[in-house]
C-alpha cells in the first residue's frame, strides 16, 4: 500500500492597502514562492483588515484585484496554492468573534502596531483597528497552519496569535495547531531609502523612502542613487551604518550574494558604485514580475476564475475547521438543508 505523507500546511496575507513595496516582496513574498512546492499553502489577500483605516471602495476593489495579479506576477501560481480574498470566506470573521472571547485586553493594548496607528490615524481609533490582531489570529488557526512567512513587523502578532490558540486549546482540548512563524534571516525588515531607521513602509508620505514593486526602472535607479548612506564611503556591515546595511540588505536578497562577497566586490570602491549595483539588481530582479502582473491584468474573466474558485476551496476547509470550533465552544449545530 502507498504511504501518503500529508504535506504541513502554510498560511499567510497581505493587505491590498496601496502599491506593494520592495519591503513586502523580500520580507514575505519571496518565502511564499519558494514554499509552495513543499507546503500546502494558502495566500490571502485582506480586504478585511484594510479597512481598518479609512479606505476609498472604489480604489479598495481595484487594489485589491490589482494585488492578487501582482502575486501571481510574483511567481505563484494560483493552481498549486489557494489564493483569495479574505471577505469572500466569511468564516474567517465568525472565527474572529469566537476568539475575540479568549483574547485578553491587556493583549491587545501592548500591541505596537495598534500604538503606531493608533497615533498615525488619531481621528479613527476605531474597535477593528484595536482587534486587527484578532482576525489575523483567526486567519491562520482556520486552517491549522503549521507555518506562517511573515516580515519581522508582523512577529508580534503571531506570537499573540499563538497565544490565543494556546489558551482555546487549554480549554477545550488539542484544537488548534499552534503555528510557527517563518522570517528570513536576510530581508526580514527591509527599511526606508530616506530614514534608514525606519521600516520601509507603503503608507510613507515620501514616496522615495521606498521601491513599489511595479516602479519603472528609471524611478528605482533615481531612488537608490538618492539613498541615505553616510560619510564613510566604506561598503561594510556595521553597527551604525543602517543606511548601507541595508542596501547590503537589498543587494544581498536580489543577488544571492552573501554580505561577506559583498564587502570583497566593493572592496576600495565608493556608494556611486554601490548604488548603481544595487539599483540595476533591483530592475532585474523585479523586470518580470511587472512584465507578468501586466499580463494577468488585462485578463480579468481569468482573474476572476482564479478568485472565486479558490475562495471555494478555502470555505470549504474553513467551514470543516469551524463546525467543530462551534462544537466546543458549546454552540448547537446548526441544522442541515
Ligand atoms: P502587510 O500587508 O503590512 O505586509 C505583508 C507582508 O510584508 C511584510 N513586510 C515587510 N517585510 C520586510 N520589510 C519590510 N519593510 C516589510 N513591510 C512589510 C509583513 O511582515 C507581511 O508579512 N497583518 C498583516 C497581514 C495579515 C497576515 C494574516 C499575515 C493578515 N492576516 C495572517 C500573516 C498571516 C499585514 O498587515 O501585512
Redesign the pocket.
Known sequence: MEVTEKRQRV?????P?GNI?M??Y???ITNWVAMQDLYDCLF?V?DM?AITVRQDPKKLREQTLSLLALLIGCGLDPEKNIMYIQSHVPQHAELSWILNCYTMYGELSRMTQFKDKSQKHADNINAGLFD?PV??AA??LLYNADY???????KQ?LELARNIAQRFNNHHGEVFTVPEPYIPKV?????SLAEPDK???KSDTNPNAYILLLDKPDDIMRKFKRAVTDSEAKVEYREGKSGVNNLMTIYSVATGKSISEIENEFAGKGYGDFKTAVGEAVVEMLRPIREKTEDVLKNKDYLESVYAKNAALASRLAERNLEKIRKKVGFVAKPRG
Open positions: 498560511f499567510s496575507g497581505i493587505q492597502s513595496t519591503g513586502n523580500m520580507g514575505a490571502c485582506v483588515h486587527y482576525l489575523m486567519d491562520i506562517v512567512p511573515i516580515g519581522e513587523d508582523q502578532h530581508g526580514g525588515r527591509i527599511m521600516k520601509m513602509s
